[in-house]
C-alpha cells in the first residue's frame, strides 16, 4: 500500500532457527579462539533471547563472516584424474572444500580412511573408487544429492554398509561407484552428524542447531 512503512530488517522478529544459527555461530568462533569463556556465557544468552534480527547480528559484528564455504566453480578447479590414499596403522580424511578427483585409490591395511562429501568441491559428475579394505576401515560422508554403488565390492570377512539411500525426489549431483575388495575390513556409506547443541542449548532443552548458514536479507 503506498505510504505505507516498511519496518528495517534489523526490527524483523528473529525465529528459534534464526537464535539457533547464531548459538553455533558463537561456538565455533569460541572454539577458534576469538572469544573467550566469558564471552561466549555473555553472549549466548543474549542470542537465546533475541527477539530481532538486529540484536542477533550485533552479537557477530567482530567476527569474521561465518556460514559454508564458498563455492568453487567448474573454471576455477581442475580436479586430478587420480589421486591415492594408502594408510597403514594411521588415519586419512579429506574433508571441507576438497576437489573430487576422476578416480580414487583407497588402500587401508589396518588404519582407517575418512571421505567426507559435504562440502567437498565436485565438478565431476562421477567418481570411481577402487578399494582396498584388509583390516582397516573405509567410511564415506555423503549429503542428501550424492549416490554410493557398493554392490560391486567383494566383500571377504568384512562388511559393506550402505546407510545413507538416495531420496527418490532428489537431484543427483554426484554419483560414486565403489569397486575392490574387504578382508576383515569395512566400507561404510552414512549420512552427515546433524550438529551437536552448545551446552545452554542442552541446559535450556533446546532443539539441535541446524547447519551454520547466513542470516536471511
Known sequence: MSGELVPDRGELRASHEDRDQVV???RVAAGDGR???EELDERLGVALTART???LEVLLTDLPAAGPAPVVGAAAVTPKEMSRIAVDSGSAKRD???VVP???EVEA???SVVLDFTRAVMVLPTLEIDASVRSGSLTLVVPP???VDVDEVEVGSGSVRNRAPLASATEVRLRVQVTGSVHSGSITVRPPRPPRRSFVQWLLRRPRPVPAKALPR
Open 35 to 37: 572469544l573467550t569463556a
Open 109 to 111: 591395511r589396518s588404519g
Open 24 to 26: 553455533e555461530l558463537l
Open 102 to 104: 576422476r578416480r580414487l
Open 145 to 147: 544429492d550424492v549416490f
Open 53 to 55: 534480527y538486529g540484536e
Open 96 to 98: 571441507g572444500a576438497w
